[in-house]
Structures are given as C-alpha cells and as structure tokens.
C-alpha cells in the first residue's frame, strides 16, 4: 500500500491532547451558542465567549413541588459551590428596587410578573459579572413550559437540572412547619431544621400561602406544569426524592451537580487494570477487548514492545487495555513518560483468600491442554480429573508471596494513578465488567470538596 493510499496516520498525541483540554467540548458549546445567538459578528462574539471561559461553572436549574426544599437545597448549594442563587423573589426585588413601593409591593404580593418581564430579568441577571464568573442556580425557575422553551431559546442552557419530589400529603404536612428568617432569608422548620439560636427562633416569622388549602392548589399546578417541562431537559435531569432528611438530598443533589455530563466528544478507551495476581484483570481485559474490539495487551508485553504496540493505528483508533502492566511506581513512570496516559485506571480489589481459591485450584489437562478449577470447572470424567496438573506459580506460597509484593508497590500505584476507580473483584465476573464499563462510558466523577 503506498503512502497515498496508507491510513491517515494519527499521531497518538493528538487524541490525548483533544481529550486532556475538552477541545471538542469546547467547539460543541461554541457551536450551539453561535447557532442560539447568530451574532452578526461570529468571530468577535467567539472571541468574547470564549474569553469569558465560563463554560465550567455551575449552571443549575432546581424546580420540584411546593415545600419539596428547592429553596433549601439551592441556598446550600449556592454557598457551597460559591455561586448565584436566583429565585423569583431576589429577581423581583432586584427589577422593583428603583420602583415606588406600591409597585413593589403589588409584585410582592401577586409573585407574577409576565414571562418576556421575567425573561429579561433572568437573562439581565445571568450577564452580570457575578453570573459569569461564578455560575448560577436557578430556584423554581423555570415554572411553565413557556418559560422553559424562552429560556432555551435566549440560550440559557443549565448543565445540571434537579427534580425533587415527594409525596403531596408528605409536603402539605410539611409546608405547615416552614419558617422564615426575614433577616436572613434562610428557611426553618418547626420539625426538621429548628434554629438553636434563641434570638433567631424568636424573630422567625410564617410565610405567605402555606395553609393545606393553598399547598394543594400550588401542587395541582405543579403536576400539571412539570410534565410539560421535563422532555426539554432529559439530557441534564435527575429525580431526587425530597422524602428524606435535607442533608441527604443536599449530598445526592452535590454529587450530581460536581459529576460531568457525558459529552459527545469521540472518546478512545485507555484503560489500565490493575490488581493482584488472580484479581481478574486477564479475564476483565478479554472481556473488554472483545466488546469494545480494544487491543489486549497482557502483562507480559515489557516496556519496548509495549510501545511500538501502543503506536500502532488499531492502538490509537480503537483504544487498549492493559493488565497486569505497571506493577510498581516505576514501571508506572516509564509508561507515562514515553506518553502512553491511560484514561481510565481501576484497581481490582480482592480479598486474598478468594485470590488463593482462585489460582490454587486451577489445574490443567496435559493430554488437551484444557484448563480446569477444582471448585468453578471440575473436569468432566474421572480419568481426566486423575491426570489433571497444576502449574507449579498457581502452588499457594508462590501465590501468596506475588501477591504480597503487588500490595508492597499498591499504594504507590493508587498514588500515581490518583483518578483511579477501585472495584471490588470478588463477584461474578459479568457484574464486575458491568462495573468496569460504567466507568469506561461515564465521566471520571469529581471528588466532592
Ligand atoms: N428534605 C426535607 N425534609 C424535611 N423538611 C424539609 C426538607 N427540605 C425542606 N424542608 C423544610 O420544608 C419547608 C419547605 O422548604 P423549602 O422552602 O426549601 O421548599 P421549596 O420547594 O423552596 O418550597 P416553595 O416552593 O413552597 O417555596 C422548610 O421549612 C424546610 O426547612
Ligand atoms: N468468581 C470470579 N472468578 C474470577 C473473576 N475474574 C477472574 N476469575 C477467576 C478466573 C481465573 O481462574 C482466576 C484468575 O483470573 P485472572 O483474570 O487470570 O486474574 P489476573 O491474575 O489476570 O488478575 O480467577 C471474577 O470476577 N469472579
């Protein structure tokens, strides 16, 4: 094949760079923004975009039923994450401040503005620099499928949308209980989130429209809306139930919002399994390589070949994964300086009486070749149970000592390899794959802060 007609060689730097930097991420927003705003300016208005680098900051939507803790749980998130929180009350308050009083009050009172006024408060809102640079959490915001689709259309785009939800008798009950800090804003609970400062319980005040009547009334509209909101957030949606204490549901709505949303960016499996001997990494790695057609490539391959196999176009094209190979901190190093990084790294977590069962027991037929294990694969007739061998590394002592010297060189590994997923090994095989390709297809998970 001459070299016009070869494979487009692609050097294997470049995948890992496009990944290592979100380059296609990064054109993906810029496309959809330009497609949104169809500035007259395209370059200028990439530029800005781009300079303003705020594609990695929390940009949330919570909505859920009347006293189902949306305000609760965006408070607490905003302090955490150090973002805006945005409700329809600090909206209004902003837009009516330079308004006599009596303009206020009446918003105040009817908590209805029109949805192009609210657009343009939101859309106001979200260009401050506050906004830009430190993201923003949008409090039962948007509330009818209207509001949504303008939302969409101005190009506001949340990348985390949270559902609560919870029993209608659960939030009537509930709503019962709600209190308010009218110095702070922060919300209290007669039952559930009682104030220990006296001074603070002394001045709580009942809000406005908490009664059973007005709760019921509130979450008919709600079940009507939300079914007419959520097909526009699918992609970014997760149900919450807020029929639990709020500390917990703050924890499952943090973990969400910290973890990536999968992207579309072309991705190529780098994986590297780790584990002691009889952990299960040949037996994972074949699994993968047959599913995903990645490059197998056994602990056996050392350094040198190692890399002229990982430069070879199927490696680069289809991705590989590699088991058993670095064992310690430096063979580690090596892999990494000759610029072979793995994406995912996991860690087969194996008791070591399982592992000693495992191999121990494992025989082989001298006469076929056939492989055997005394407890999973008995041989099938006696006579070649008779004959059965066993390989003299699979004797226990032998076993044990490999085994003793890969957890002497573990924690450096786990060290190095700080993004690794550790798995427990000692299930049945098909749900530690399921395990395994979980954390191929998904993004890495932040570590929570
Ligand atoms: N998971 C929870 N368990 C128990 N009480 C909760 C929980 N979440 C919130 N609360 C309490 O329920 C009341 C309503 O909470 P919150 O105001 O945050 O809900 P909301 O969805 O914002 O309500 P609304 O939409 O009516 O303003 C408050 O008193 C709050 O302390
Ligand atoms: N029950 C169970 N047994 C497993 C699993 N993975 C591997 N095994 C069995 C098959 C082999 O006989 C033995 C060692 O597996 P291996 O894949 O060669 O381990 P490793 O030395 O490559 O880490 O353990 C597994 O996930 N579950």
Redesign the pocket.
């Known amino acids: 094949m001459d070299a016009t007609t070869a494979p487009h060689r692609i050097p294997p730097e470049m995948p890992q760079y496009g990944e290592e930097h979100h380059i296609f991420e990064m054109m993906q927003t810029l496309l959809e923004q330009l497609l949104i705003h169809q500035p007259k300016e395209p370059i200028s208005f990439m530029i800005e975009h781009l300079q303003r680098n705020n594609d990695n900051v929390p940009k949330i939507v919570i909505l859920g039923p009347p006293a189902s803790g949306k305000t609760t749980i965006a408070m607490w998130l905003s302090k955490h994450l150090n973002s805006n929180l945005i409700t329809k009350d600090n909206l209004i308050e902003e837009e009516f401040s330079h308004q006599t009083e009596d303009v206020k009050n009446y918003y105040q009172m009817t908590k209805t503005v029109p949805n192009e006024l609210l657009m343009k408060m939101i859309q106001t809102r979200l260009n401050e620099s506050d906004c830009i640079k430190r993201g923003w959490i949008l409090d039962g915001i948007p509330e009818t499928r209207e509001q949504t689709l303008m939302i969409q259309s101005a190009g506001v785009n949340p990348k985390h949308v949270i559902v609560l939800n919870a029993p209608d008798m659960v939030l009537i009950e509930r709503n019962l209980g709600k209190r308010i800090d009218p110095n702070t804003g922060e919300i209290y609970h007669t039952t559930f989130d009682w104030p220990h400062d006296v001074d603070i319980q002394k001045r709580l005040t009942i809000p406005e429209g908490i009664s059973e009547v007005e709760t019921a009334q509130k979450l008919l509209e709600y079940h009507r809306s939300i079914i007419r909101i959520i097909p526009s957030y699918l992609k970014v949606l997760k149900a919450i139930s807020a029929d639990q204490p709020c500390v917990d549901v703050f924890y499952q709505a943090l973990t969400y919002v910290q973890s990536n949303q999968r992207s579309n960016a072309p991705f190529t499996p780098r994986v590297l399994l780790l584990?002691p001997?009889?952990?299960?990494?040949?037996?994972q790695a074949g699994l993968l390589a047959q599913k995903y057609n990645l490059i197998n490539i056994p602990d056996s391959v050392i350094m040198k070949v190692l890399s002229q196999r990982l430069k070879q176009q199927d490696a680069i094209k289809n991705g590989w994964v590699l088991?058993?190979f670095p064992c310690h901190l430096d063979q580690a190093r090596m892999l990494d300086s000759v610029g072979y990084k793995p994406n995912r790294v996991f860690f087969l977590n194996v008791p070591l009486d399982t592992i000693v069962e495992?191999?121990t027991l494992?025989r082989i037929d001298p006469v076929t070749g056939e492989r055997y294990?005394l407890m999973y694969k008995p041989a099938p007739t006696m006579e070649i149970q008779a004959r059965l061998l066993q390989n003299p590394k699979d004797m226990e002592e032998n076993v044990k000592a490999k085994i003793d010297l890969f957890y002497r060189n573990c924690t450096e590994l786990e060290e190095f390899y700080e993004d690794a997923i550790t798995l427990n090994?000692d299930?049945?095989?098909y749900t530690?794959f399921e395990y395994i390709e979980s954390g191929i297809i998904n993004p890495l998970p932040k570590k929570i802060l």
């Open positions: 584990g001997l009889g952990s299960g990494k040949k037996l088991h058993g495992r191999l494992r294990h090994g299930q049945d095989p530690v």
